[in-house]
């Protein structure tokens, strides 16, 4: 029964999205004050419906209804109740009802927080964002019903979860992802908001500001988190592959930091006002893009879900749809959009434009490695874009982007004097050359031209960084109220960027720092790696609640101190899928990481060493980025009353 109700749930919320595309959207342009305030009951009774839609979903995980199909595929009676209850979005089905969700969610909170802004412009953003509810829920009931039964005959237990979706990373990956992806849909609608009033001022940018970095804030947290899931659970030792879906979210994450900046000059001098509509716009579709990757089945990865040609149709018919509609619109209205501030060369707003333009290029070679080998597909030829390409052409201009950052954040608006940025550049150099020392002599020995150069540009965003919250302080009477009056946004910045620079000092560390082997070694075998010595201890039989395993438990002797490792071999039960669990030793510095292979001989197993230097740095730098957007949102001037003229524009409508 609750099944039903919630399958009928869905298709109501349908009905009440498509009802709110359009009631909500011509009051705007008739200036009906009825129809306009229909936007926010209507949005919030489609979240509690699609809300009521997944509780129901996962009460049927919960309680092992094999009746349900989707269940039954993807779930077990002995699988952990955590894992039953994160099941829900383990496949394409229930992931898709949670991007409904999480979209819906987003809507909610935009009809409750923009109580500032005139109820017409909230119900155009509010249309917008139920149009693409009205996609991705005809999406779900008419190609991808988690609903669907196996009457009068199922089964009495389940498949199992995919092994490598039962673990913690999995439980927490998705939803901060699509947090992410589906955020960013609500600068799309207050663009999409923009061109139909055709009016943008600096209200707007500093109210939709916020928006766009939480939605880049979580877009972040789930990139990393991908990484940090696949360096532990594949076994492979590593944190980034260049995969079309990892490749998928990447894309959005470059517009999107792009957005930021140009959100950031729209709200301060008004300039960049049709690139900040248009990267809106295009942030968006490339998360539609992704979905579109993921869920198509034109490629095969551990990480995609689908592999139905109608789904892709579908799914691609929707992109079209949103993408050309789009940027007609955009053709039609941008003109309107213009851009009333002024700069000079040496200035601000010129290194955030070449800040983007770097950006842009970079996203444009991801695009090009992922939808090239697609592209040669479909006319039957097989092209293989791989690491080596995205290695050797990406840094062409995040290397440049990297230098940039340590000096446009400085700068002043409209005009900067020449010796004032000579005298601030070489103090930098300074300061920047005392810093790589200490770090060759505290953190690591520089031995790879790249480790080198790297370090250099990281510590050049560092003392950037520092040199610039000295200048700030330096002529107050007390440096300490100084600092305290500094705005969040400020200091969500540097964050941000000091974030950016420890990710940087991981990457290259962990790529050209650290060291591997494969070898066969027997129980009570040691050898000899790196600065350790491993001893393969013992092995033991274990059972897990859905599986069994071989344990090979590792001596490892690191200095003065005596570390145990243990690596497993499991067999789920359901499936008979053999998979490989690493053990891993984290460290600041350093990670050991074992993963036990198969068995060679009678007594000898293969295995895999590792020691990683430096990777938790890719991860914390991650989050050291998103607390620096955590920060830059509690700013209080996203929080002032904005002026009722922002977007009120329904006679030009």
């Not at 009825?34 to 129901?56: D, E, K």
């Not at 877009?219 to 490749?247: K, Q």
């Not at 994450?253 to 959100?263: E, K, Q, R, S």
């Not at 292979?597 to 230097?613: C, F, H, I, N, Q």
Request: glycine share 8%; proline share 4%.
């Amino acid at each position: 029964m609750i099944v039903e109700i919630a399958h009928y749930a869905l298709y109501l919320s349908l009905l009440v999205a498509v009802v709110n595309v359009v009631v909500p959207l011509w009051g705007s342009f008739k200036q009906n004050p009825i129809l306009i305030s229909f936007a926010r009951p209507a949005t919030y009774t489609q979240f509690y419906l699609v809300l009521l839609s997944f509780v129901g979903l996962v009460y049927a995980f919960a309680t092992d209804d094999f009746s349900v199909e989707y269940v039954a595929s993807h779930s077990y009676s002995k699988l952990p109740m955590i894992y039953k209850l994160t099941a829900v979005w383990g496949s394409h089905e229930g992931s898709l009802l949670l991007w409904v969700l999480i979209l819906s969610g987003w809507s909610a909170a935009v009809a409750l927080l923009s109580r500032t802004l005139p109820d017409i412009a909230v119900a155009r953003v509010l249309s917008v964002m139920a149009l693409i509810s009205v996609g991705f829920i005809s999406f779900t009931v008419f190609t991808s019903n988690p609903f669907e039964r196996l009457l009068p005959y199922f089964p009495i237990d389940g498949r199992d979860l995919n092994p490598l979706l039962q673990d913690f990373g999995f439980i927490i990956h998705p939803p901060f992802l699509y947090m992410g992806y589906v955020g960013f849909a609500v600068a799309f609608s207050f663009a999409i908001a923009a061109l139909i009033g055709g009016e943008l001022d600096s209200a707007w940018a500093r109210w939709s500001r916020p928006w766009t970095v939480a939605a880049w804030m979580f877009l972040t947290i789930g990139i990393a988190l991908g990484s940090w899931w696949a360096y532990y659970e594949l076994g492979w030792g590593g944190w980034w592959f260049w995969d079309p879906v990892e490749n998928a979210s990447f894309m959005p994450w470059l517009t999107g930091t792009a957005l930021i900046h140009t959100l950031a000059a729209s709200e301060k001098r008004g300039v960049f006002k049709t690139w900040t509509v248009f990267l809106a716009l295009l942030t968006f579709s490339l998360s539609l893009l992704g979905t579109f990757i993921v869920r198509s089945g034109v490629i095969t990865s551990v990480h995609s879900f689908a592999q139905d040609p109608v789904r892709g149709m579908f799914i691609l018919s929707f992109l079209m749809i949103i993408v050309i509609g789009s940027l007609v619109l955009f053709m039609f209205r941008g003109g309107a959009v213009k851009s009333t501030g002024k700069f000079q060369l040496l200035s601000k707003e010129t290194f955030l434009l070449l800040n983007n333009l770097l950006l842009s290029f970079a996203f444009l070679v991801v695009l090009f490695g992922t939808l090239f080998p697609i592209i040669m597909e479909a006319f039957d030829k097989s092209v293989s874009v791989g690491a080596p390409y995205f290695n050797k052409v990406f840094p062409l201009f995040t290397l440049p982007l990297l230098f940039l950052v340590g000096i446009g954040h400085w700068l002043h608006w409209k005009k900067h004097p020449v010796d004032r940025l000579l005298k601030n550049t070489r103090n930098i150099l300074v300061l920047c050359v005392l810093l790589v020392g200490l770090m060759s002599v505290v953190f690591y020995s520089f031995a790879n031209t790249y480790i080198v150069l790297g370090v250099m540009i990281g510590m050049w965003i560092v003392s950037s960084i520092i040199h610039d919250i000295f200048n700030k302080t330096q002529h107050a009477s007390s440096r300490f109220d100084a600092l305290k009056k500094l705005k969040p946004s400020y200091w969500g910045m540097h964050l941000a960027h000091l974030g950016l620079a420890v990710t940087l000092l991981g990457i290259l560390f962990v790529t050209y720092g650290s060291k591997e082997e494969l070898i066969k070694l027997s129980p009570g075998e040691t050898y000899e790696f790196a600065d350790l010595a491993v001893t393969f201890d013992s092995l033991q039989q274990v059972r897990g609640s859905n599986y069994g395993a071989t344990r090979g438990i590792f001596k490892v002797k690191e200095g003065s101190s005596l570390l145990t490792i243990k690596s497993e071999k499991r067999r789920y039960t359901a499936s008979g899928t053999v998979m490989t669990e690493a053990g891993i030793n984290p460290g600041f510095t350093r990670d050991i990481y074992i993963s036990l292979g198969e068995p060679v001989s009678d007594t000898a197993w293969s295995v895999r060493l590792y020691r990683k230097a430096y990777v938790r740095w890719i991860w914390l730098g991650a989050l050291i980025m998103a607390l620096g957007g955590i920060v830059a949102m509690s700013d209080k001037r996203y929080r002032l009353k904005i002026k009722k003229k922002i977007i009120n524009t329904g006679a030009t409508g």
